[in-house]
């Protein structure tokens, strides 16, 4: 006859049990993970001499991050692939304008899906993110040889490079000795019907009228545009293209690097700078939600150091000063990702105006 007893009572006493070891394990790998947590928030952080050897080994361990950029992916490859040999680190990478790469960031942290580690986009997308408290302060040695302005107060990011808008040109359409050598010279009639324009360069626009005084830089882009005229495209790959190929004789706003790595093919296209040049920041910061921190800091420390060489050989502006570029002879403003966020509203309803849609005083 069964024991009904033993059937009911023993079972029980069974499961009380294991709800407490499952209990206690729960408590335990929690602890476990936060424990984990603040070692890796010290360690990103740290200042001390063994800090990057701590950091090595962890990441190891972890042994991939995943990467959002908005840097060309031709360029990818040469800056990864040595990080890589190196620390035994996969680096996955998705790729898009700096807009999508910031859009998709905030939209999946939003979500809580944290698939991303680290970002590497302009400074004013990397400002965005800080704002919505997406990114984490990271202490990085490379920090202080960086150029100054390129680490905020928060160091939630720092620049890695410097892209300079620079005028290219089509070297059958345009012969040398009519290149403009002022911004004014571009108000010549003879310009006619011959500048192009990247769509999304508001920031530029800003920084040349800022430098000429506000009233005055207004009425200057008024009279280019409606005096000679501006073709808008869209994509600085495509519109510095369309120069080489002899569609647009002169682009008043690509990176420095595109038509430099063109020319260098044999492409009849060259460029000239119309001083103050203006450069735009690309910055990369580690997420606060990082699943792999410390291969994410790792990594930033790698961009601000050793991989600034292979910006520099890309034609890119190193922001590290012990990289040495002629970029750096040009006398340069840098576009300010907090200024140009506070400011955005009034600017854009008067960059639409008067570049856009090209309308007159």
């Not at 009519?178 to 192009?196: A, H, M, N, S």
């Amino acid at each position: 006859m069964l024991n009904s007893k033993r059937l009911t009572v023993t079972p029980l006493r069974h499961l009380a049990h294991l709800a407490a070891l499952c209990l206690c394990l729960s408590g335990s790998l929690t602890s476990l993970a936060q424990a984990q947590s603040a070692t890796d928030v010290a360690l990103l952080k740290s200042t001390a001499p063994d800090r990057a050897a701590k950091l090595a080994a962890a990441a190891k361990l972890e042994g991939s991050i995943t990467l959002y950029t908005s840097i060309a992916e031709k360029d990818l490859k040469p800056l990864i692939d040595p990080f890589e040999k190196k620390y035994g680190v996969k680096v996955t990478t998705w790729r898009a304008s700096g807009d999508s790469v910031m859009n998709r960031t905030i939209n999946e942290t939003r979500a809580k899906r944290y698939n991303v580690d680290i970002v590497h986009a302009g400074t004013v997308e990397l400002e965005v993110l800080h704002r919505e408290k997406m990114l984490q302060a990271v202490a990085s040695p490379h920090f202080t040889e960086l150029m100054p302005g390129s680490v905020p107060a928060h160091k939630e990011y720092a620049t890695t490079i410097y892209s300079m808008w620079v005028q290219a040109y089509n070297t059958g359409s345009v012969k040398t000795a009519e290149l403009p050598k002022t911004y004014e010279d571009l108000l010549d009639p003879k310009w006619k019907g011959r500048l192009g324009y990247e769509v999304e360069n508001i920031d530029w626009f800003v920084t040349v009228v800022k430098s000429m005084g506000e009233a005055k830089g207004l009425q200057y882009f008024r009279d280019l545009a409606s005096g000679n005229g501006i073709s808008v495209r869209k994509g600085h790959t495509n519109l510095t293209n369309m120069v080489a190929a002899g569609e647009v004789p002169v682009a008043l706003t690509v990176y420095n690097y595109m038509p430099e790595q063109l020319k260098k093919k044999g492409a009849p296209i060259d460029w000239l700078v119309l001083q103050p040049a203006v450069v735009r920041g690309n910055a990369v910061g580690v997420m606060k939600n990082a699943k792999n921190p410390a291969a994410a800091a790792l990594f930033m420390d790698y961009l601000l150091g050793e991989g600034q060489q292979a910006y520099a050989d890309l034609a890119y502006l190193p922001a590290n000063t012990k990289i040495t570029s002629s970029l750096r002879n040009y006398k340069m403003l840098v576009v300010d990702p907090q200024e140009s966020l506070d400011g955005r509203d009034k600017w854009r309803k008067l960059y639409d105006e008067i570049i856009i849609r090209g309308a007159k005083p």
